[in-house]
């Protein structure tokens, strides 16, 4: 049977893609991921990374990392139920529930499957999940593998949100989990969680929240977007691919009994290889930095060079989305202008990617800069002057 008309649609589909601009290319790091990096044979800046606290090259977590393979292997070559369980991973569940101040806490391979296997174990039928329109595409996933009814609001609007849970309670739904980014990765927004809650107390709901853009540097110690608000929640999704080190890998936090149903029933814990020990052992060390006084020395560094990019990109005439997260959007709307933009700013020794559809609505392309408390003021203003020329030359400001 002739199969050459599927692989022609992928073809047109592919060079549909390009004719928009929407082509979203791979540039080969030649170097440890940090504030400066080596990409064709040349040092750049790098300000698109999720290395917020700039821990992801650093000697100490690479050496723990390094230690944790030399004691216990590549990987287990197992899940975690059959013989996948190590006592590295023990130590990092509890490392990361009692850093958070949850009970308990469970593993996964990447955030992804964490948002992918919290709902449906815990949600059937009955129940309402509440939504934000903006979430993470892994919580979209992961609502749609759920039975539960779905609820979905405007984008931290509380009038929304109430009006839709309104509507859970009046259609019956026996238990209700509203669901956020604690922080929007392609925005740079934090959820109102304070607001949240007073919601979510009034209807007698849940609260999810995605912390993976806040979890090692939002809020005291770095705990998250709930700390930063002075709240509780009931459970935090998280990675160990971003603040903490860099690697990869994800966790639930929440009660020890919910923990012990995931355990149970969570198909991608069930389902997948233990999380590598090189990786427990470099986010362990990660943790421990983030809490402690050096992880407050980094929070602060992070903060002000936030606060500088913003100010100086906002001077020379950007538009910018607001807020004070490290995540500083740069508004272009054009599909193939952000990417032109893009490959100029790499021209000029700074690496940064353009962002378009589906990965953004249609017309909202930008280029999202991501500061790291490992950037210094010197490594910001040389940013700030390759945006300006480039910004200049492309009659963006």
Known sequence: MQTTGFHDRVAAELSDIDAQGLTKPERVIESRQGPVIQVGGRKVLNFCANNYLGLAGDERVVAAGNNAAELRGAGTASVRFICGTLDIHKQLERAIADYLGFEDSILFAAAFDANGGLFEPLFGAEDAIVSDSLNHASIIDGVRLCKARR???????????????????????????????????????IAKLDEIRALADRYGALIMVDDCHATGFLGPQGRGSYAHHGVKVDFVTGTFGKALGGAMGGFICATSAVVQLLKQRARPYLFSNALAPSVCGASLEAIRIAQGEEGDTLRDQLTANAARFRGAMAAAGFDLLPGQHPIVPVMLGDAKLAQ?????????????????FPVVPRGAARIRTQ???????DHIDQAVAAFTTAGRELGVI
């Open 371 to 377: 500061m790291s408390a490992a950037h210094t003021f």
């Open 151 to 189: 609820y979905r609001f405007a984008n931290s609007d509380m009038a929304d949100l109430e009006a839709q849970l309104k509507q859970a309670r009046a259609d019956g739904a026996r238990d209700i989990v509203i669901a956020t980014d604690g922080a929007f990765s392609m925005d740079g927004y």
């Open 340 to 356: 032109t933009m893009a490959a100029r700013m790499l021209e000029l020794g700074v690496y940064v990617i353009g962002f378009s």
